[in-house]
């Protein structure tokens, strides 16, 4: 299993990216999928999250600017990010938690994280 994000780069404050990661691999159901991010000399936090029932959370930081969704039929989450802060300066990582099999043997509930995509908000 693979998550493959992409959609970072930079932005001027007050603008927007979107942000795109899809699952690869024999995939059973994602349970979950979300984004994190990492500034540098920080520790990595929860940006948002979506559960399979499609019920959201976000950190009281994106609320009101930030937006996931998600595409369940091409197992991709999607964060919407509008009103960008020069603060929004971060490694961006997606995170799935899903059941897969993975060389012939199911795994349940198992924690995949993409490569990481950096996001840069100027003032």
């Known amino acids: 299993v693979q998550l493959q994000a992409s959609g970072g780069g930079l932005a001027q404050a007050g603008g927007s990216l979107r942000l795109s990661c899809e699952a690869f691999?024999?995939?059973?159901?994602?349970?979950?999928m979300g984004w994190y991010r990492q500034a540098p000399g920080k520790q990595r936090e929860l940006v948002a999250g979506i559960i399979s029932g499609g019920s959201t959370n976000y950190a009281d930081s994106a609320k009101g600017r930030f937006t996931i969704s998600r595409d369940n039929a091409k197992n991709t989450v999607y964060l919407q990010m509008n009103s960008l802060k020069p603060e929004d300066t971060a490694v961006y990582y997606c995170n799935a938690v899903l059941d897969a099999v993975v060389a012939g043997t199911r795994y349940y509930g198992y924690d995949y994280w993409g490569q990481g995509t950096q996001v840069t908000v100027s003032s």
């Open positions: 691999g024999t995939i059973l159901s994602i349970n979950a």
